[in-house]
């Protein structure tokens, strides 16, 4: 008993080793000397119960050599992973730089003979407490020791959910000792019903289900060997009943018999029948005796909701979900029952799930699958229960989020008019907006990104009309609180634009007020790396109510000279003012000039074409398109001066050379997040991204406006201009050469006079006008 109670003390200090030994020494004195064994029972029930919790002690200790290797218990590293050969799309996914910290350890043939033999040590001694505990009586001690079981082996589990084949890996002992732990639970050796607990019952059947299924061996899928439904509860029954199906469903093995596997409690309530043959089974009982008492049918309702896919066509499938729907309309849950409610809501939610899925007809089947919705919630506009389980609201929002599938699958464009289409597609936003409220509530990641998502995809053809985008205020504020509440990270370009989205409903209700505070929720939600929209959002609204941007941004911590050009030339587009406008153009032909970001000659293609349009001095254009000019040319030169010092091709100019790093700018530096939403028209200007105010580098030609239009002054300019840089190269290639070759300080010094030279003469100039 000493060296038990060591044993023990060492477990609790987290010694596994030392522990290990100990209980080792123990054990193996008791086999040497059988007179020191403990017992016979009811005697030395301590003694008994000593032995029982050393062996689970050392079960947890080489468990944490396991962890400490990130092994798994139950596996057999003997038996090689299968090498699964990967897609062209996984291998072009897969970056080879990258430290490969979480791959398991590489072991030798005579590690992983030792770790499993570790492993079979573990479940030997898991097996030999829970016996010795049996042995004494001692009934709570083996259900701690299937426990400890489901606790050890949970990770296992777990991984097998994602990856089914890991369980054709498992040792032959974990398989046995699975299927010895049923008998603890039903059979000659079960617990008592007070000792029994149902969800680790059910967990381990499971278990015992699974892994022997993935390995060919179905017998757990008997009649007699799934006992086990008779003692455990409905939600139990209901999660077993599934599972079972599917497999037989898969397996192609015939259901199991139901009527054998009631609950016990009914067969034992049921009067007894002297007319009865000896050996018959006994008959279902009156559901009408309790409406709120479910009488077993769950299992036969989760049976229908399981084959409805297997159907072989619509016909069967509804009358497989009559057969449901006639034995839930039986049923009524007491008020007072919250797992019974949780359970009402999410057999009907599973059944209409099913009913908008083929064999059932598109319209048959969204009529059962409304039907089911309004079930399970008592009305679609019904109001959050109060007092709910998180269980029970996270299954609400997910019937919701299926009345709002129904009302989605029902539009038709190409018959249903515009007020029918409008009136649907509300209806819809309406349902998958509570379903954002139920995930606000329960913070459930999945369901706040199904509504959401959900939301938004039927929202869309709404947000073409300022009639209708009113009406989208509120559930656009419910699916970013939602988003937010969850920390949500998949899609920040997406989440980015709801609030884009917001932005455009209260700016045609000119509510400037509401767009600053929703944007304040944007910033606390959205990480920093991904606010560029956010802030381009803030700079245009303080544009529409007349307040100076200047100091907005300024505290802005966006620091890349592309990203604050942009939201200028987003401010010059939606600018009413010729003076706002020419202050946006200036400030972001400064910010690039002053960076020597070759995107600069691009803004002032679109500056100059601006100017024409808007009847300023075509000499004012031609400077910005010269100032343009000059700093091509200089990085031309630059590109030569390089090809001759590294012995390059001489033919290949700038044309190549500045388009690669325009295209290259524009992928990995200006993303599309630092553009306001696409629908503003007034500015289309992506840096290097092809606008139409102006040419790409490496082209001649200077296209329309901004707007669309596009002047021809604007456009012989930009053809003359890029005549003469092609007609003059040769002929200043020298000359220019030198200036550009002797160092490159004297090339920024030339760009920067014939910026600020250029900038200064055509903003005074205009400015006056403008002013």
């Not at 709120?292 to 299992?299: I, K, M």
């Not at 449901?324 to 009907?348: F, G, I, R, Y």
Request: aromatic share 6%.
């Amino acid at each position: 008993m000493l060296m038990c109670r060591t044993g023990l003390e060492a477990h609790r200090a987290e010694e596994g080793p030392f522990a290990i030994e100990v209980i080792n020494k123990a054990m193996a004195a008791i086999e040497q000397f059988p007179e020191l064994s403990f017992g016979p029972p009811p005697t030395e029930v301590e003694g008994g119960l000593l032995l029982a919790a050393a062996a689970y002690a050392k079960a947890d200790c080489l468990a944490w050599e396991m962890e400490d290797h990130a092994l798994l218990c139950g596996i057999d590293e003997e038996i090689e992973e299968p090498q699964q050969e990967a897609t062209a799309g996984e291998e072009a996914a897969t970056n080879p730089d990258e430290d490969s910290e979480d791959e398991a350890p590489q072991l030798s043939s005579e590690e992983k003979a030792e770790f499993s033999n570790k492993k079979r040590e573990i479940i030997k001694m898991l097996l030999f407490g829970m016996a010795k505990s049996y042995e004494f009586g001692q009934h709570w001690m083996v259900a701690n020791g299937l426990a400890h079981w489901w606790n050890l082996h949970l990770d296992l589990v777990w991984s097998s959910h994602e990856n089914p084949a890991l369980l054709t890996r498992t040792l032959k002992e974990y398989r046995e000792g699975l299927q010895e732990t049923q008998k603890y639970l039903v059979g000659e050796c079960q617990l008592p019903d007070d000792e029994l607990k149902k969800n680790l019952a059910s967990v381990l059947t499971l278990a015992n289900i699974n892994v022997n299924a993935e390995v060919g061996n179905l017998a757990p899928l008997e009649t007699d060997q799934l006992m086990v439904l008779k003692r455990v509860g409905a939600l139990e029954r209901k999660e077993l009943m599934a599972r079972i199906v599917r497999l037989c469903k898969e397996k192609e093995k015939p259901l199991p018999d139901l009527t054998r596997l009631r609950p016990a409690r009914l067969e034992a309530s049921a009067p007894a029948d002297p007319k009865a043959k000896k050996g018959a089974a006994a008959p279902p009982p009156d559901a009408g005796a309790d409406k709120s008492d479910l009488q077993g049918n769950e299992a036969d309702i989760m049976v229908a909701i399981q084959s409805m896919r297997s159907a072989k066509d619509g016909a069967e499938a509804k009358t497989i979900v009559d057969q449901a729907v006639a034995l839930l309309q039986k049923w009524t849950p007491a008020p007072n029952d919250e797992s019974m409610l949780t359970l009402w809501v999410e057999l009907w939610t599973r059944l209409g799930r099913n009913c908008i899925q083929p064999p059932m007809q598109g319209s048959v089947g969204s009529k059962y699958a409304l039907m089911c919705c309004i079930q399970g919630l008592g009305k679609v506009d019904a109001a959050m229960p109060r007092y709910a389980s998180p269980e029970r609201l996270r299954w609400r929002g997910a019937c919701h989020g299926l009345c709002g599938e129904v009302f989605a699958g029902l539009v038709d464009p190409q018959k249903q008019e515009k007020e029918s289409l409008t009136k649907l597609r509300r209806m819809s936003v309406e349902q998958f907006e509570r379903c954002c409220e139920y995930a606000v509530s329960t913070t459930n990641y999945a369901l706040a990104s199904f509504g959401a998502t959900s939301l938004w995809n039927v929202a869309l053809p709404l947000m073409h009309s300022a009639e209708t985008r009113k009406l989208l205020i509120e559930p656009l504020l419910k699916a970013t609180r939602a988003l937010a509440a969850v920390k949500y990270s998949d899609d920040l370009f997406f989440f980015a634009g709801l609030y884009a989205s917001l932005y455009d409903c209260y700016a045609d209700q000119a509510q400037w007020d509401k767009i600053h505070e929703v944007l304040n929720e944007a910033f606390a939600a959205i990480p920093a790396s991904s606010q560029r929209r956010l802030w381009a959002l803030r700079m245009l609204a303080l544009s529409r109510q007349g307040k100076n941007v200047n100091v907005a941004m300024g505290k802005m911590k966006e620091t890349q000279a592309k990203a604050q050009a942009n939201i200028w030339l987003v401010l010059a587009g939606a600018s009413a003012q010729v003076k706002d406008q020419l202050n946006a153009y200036s400030k972001a032909i400064s910010v690039l000039q002053s960076a020597q970001q070759p995107e600069v000659v691009e803004v002032r293609m679109q500056f100059a074409d601006w100017l024409l349009r808007n009847g300023m001095s075509s000499i004012d254009a031609l400077e910005q398109l010269a100032a343009g000019a000059d700093m091509l040319l200089e990085i031309e030169e630059g590109s030569d001066d390089e090809d001759e010092e590294g012995g390059g091709d001489p033919d290949e100019g700038f044309y190549g050379n500045v388009g690669e790093r325009f295209g290259k700018d524009v992928v990995e530096e200006d993303d599309a997040s630092s553009i306001a939403p696409s629908d503003w028209d007034k500015s289309e200007s992506k840096f290097g991204g092809g606008s139409r105010a102006g040419s790409r580098a490496g082209g001649s030609r200077a296209g329309g406006s901004s707007k669309g239009g596009g002047s021809r002054a604007g456009s012989r300019a930009g053809s003359r201009a890029g005549s003469k840089m092609g007609g003059d190269k040769k002929k200043r290639k020298g000359k220019s050469k030198s200036r550009a070759g002797a160092s490159s300080r004297g090339g920024s010094r030339h760009g920067s006079r014939a910026g600020s030279r250029a900038g200064s003469r055509s903003g005074s100039r205009a400015g006056s006008r403008a002013g």
